[in-house]
């Protein structure tokens, strides 16, 4: 009989891939004639592309324009949740006051929340899994002492902290990631290692101040996954579309998702979930470590994600910046959620149900009507270190490179008051107490004096 080949494969219609080699050992070794082969074939057939919706899935809107410099972010809102709700595995969801846009049309915006039926989607929680917010109550203490004994043993910036300053990632982490087929990796487990104890750059804080309530100084702290979940973003991208080109060439690169039914959604989901411990470890290595070096107790400890994909049967709800209530997502229940503002303004501690508006879910914090890029310019007639004076006046405001970032002062972000007005508009949850501001810590402008930058200086240096 002739040997069958790979251009017959495709002559029947079969794109190539990897089972090309074993069907056609299998189709040669056993000299199967014409209908035999065809019948062993169907195994291997596609199924038919899965097309966008004809109209986007329904949503609810929690957001409106309070003021002219509203309108253009809340009208890009509106657009792109109207792509993205095409998107053929979605049935519902919600965007909340603090929602901006975070790239073309169709992309999921920062304070939105999407609801799909038995699909993970990578690009919706994208490369800061877990971004999420740890409170430590550290009774009545002086608030300057938490935040510079926070300051000596935090970490921000680029990459990990050097040999030498690491903190322990707990051996039973490690051993997790070992036995799971996204974070078998021993360049991620190294990374995981070096990372443990950072919080990053962009708009990760230690915020330090006194609860309304009790008086009692507060430790919060907002970073994410890091190095860590970025390299789980990025594998998981690769499958997701891997699937996409299968089942749904139309859809967006960014929406790609991996059906949770087969392996690749089972290990994905435990390595979401190891991603979140390590998340969790991370937070409580920077709180603990502050608490040893005061010799404190902790009297309370409240965490919460705020960008995550949260399960309920065969719903996974994406949250890409918004704050879970319900407490069927989240297993392991600190009290009540968290949702900081901006530096100037209290971080607010909260609770709330799941109802028709909210889906079970609250803002995550202030969001932004501009770029960072945009921001700069409008303020470009002023010196940095008047804007900084004008904006953290009373307040203990520091940079960890020593360098002002003012696209992460409190003008960039939209208004915290008009914010708090459509959490209450909108029924999204209940204020329990405020963290009033003392002080806080952020990266700073981490690329002003980036060690690439100086390299290139040096280069230049005339000899």
Not at 264 to 272: C, D, I, T, V
Not at 387 to 410: K, M
Not at 429 to 452: F, H, Q, R, S, T
């Amino acid at each position: 009989m002739k040997t069958i080949t790979g251009n017959d494969l495709i002559a029947l219609g079969y794109t190539p891939k990897k089972w090309f080699a074993e069907a056609l050992q299998y189709i040669n070794e056993n000299n199967l004639d014409e209908t035999q082969m065809k019948e062993y074939l169907e195994q291997f057939k596609s199924p038919e592309p899965i097309s966008l919706l004809d109209t986007p899935a329904e949503f609810v809107i929690n957001i409106r324009a309070e003021d002219e410099s509203e309108n253009d972010n809340v009208e890009k809102v509106i657009n792109t949740m109207n792509v993205l709700m095409k998107t053929p595995t979605l049935i519902t969801g919600a965007i909340m006051p603090d929602a901006c846009p975070t790239g073309p049309e169709g992309h999921i915006p920062v304070g939105g929340v999407v609801v799909a039926k038995n699909s993970i989607h990578p690009g919706f929680h994208s490369a800061d899994i877990c971004c999420s917010v740890m409170l430590t109550d550290f009774g009545k203490v002086n608030p300057k002492d938490v935040l510079d004994a926070a300051h000596s043993i935090t970490h921000f910036g680029y990459g990990g902290r050097p040999r030498g300053e690491q903190m322990l990632m707990s051996q039973e982490l490690m051993d997790a990631f070992r036995e799971n087929l996204f974070l078998n990796d021993e360049n991620l487990i190294s990374i995981a290692r070096s990372h443990m104890g950072t919080q990053g750059d962009g708009n990760h804080f230690l915020f330090v101040g006194i609860s309304k309530n009790t008086g009692n100084t507060m430790l919060v702290t907002h970073h994410g996954s890091r190095a860590p979940g970025a390299k789980l973003y990025d594998k998981g991208m690769k499958v997701a579309n891997r699937f996409r080109m299968e089942l749904s060439p139309e859809t967006l690169k960014e929406n790609a998702w991996i059906p949770f039914e087969t392996e690749e959604g089972q290990q994905y989901w435990e390595a979401l979930q190891l991603i979140r411990k390590w998340t969790k470890e991370n937070h409580e290595s920077i709180h603990n470590a502050t608490l040893d070096k005061l010799n404190i107790e902790k009297q309370h400890r409240y965490w919460n994600e705020h960008n995550f994909v949260f399960r309920d049967g065969d719903l996974f709800y994406h949250a890409k910046g918004a704050t879970p209530l319900d407490e069927k997502f989240l297993p392991d229940i600190t009290g009540p959620r968290l949702i900081p503002l901006n530096m100037a303004e209290p971080v607010l501690i909260v609770q709330g149900t799941t109802n028709d508006r909210n889906l079970g879910f609250a803002p995550h914090g202030a969001g932004r009507n501009f770029s960072r890029s945009f921001h700069k310019k409008s303020l470009a007639h002023k010196t940095i270190d008047e804007v900084f004076a004008e904006e953290t006046q009373g307040l203990d405001i520091r940079f960890f490179t020593n360098e002002i970032d003012i696209s992460e002062l409190p003008s960039a972000y939209k208004s915290a008051k008009n914010v708090r007005a459509q959490i209450e508009e909108y029924g999204l949850c209940e204020v329990l107490d405020e963290v009033m501001p003392y002080g806080c810590i952020m990266a700073g402008d981490v690329g002003k004096n980036a060690p690439w930058k100086n390299k290139k200086k040096k280069y230049f240096v005339k000899r």
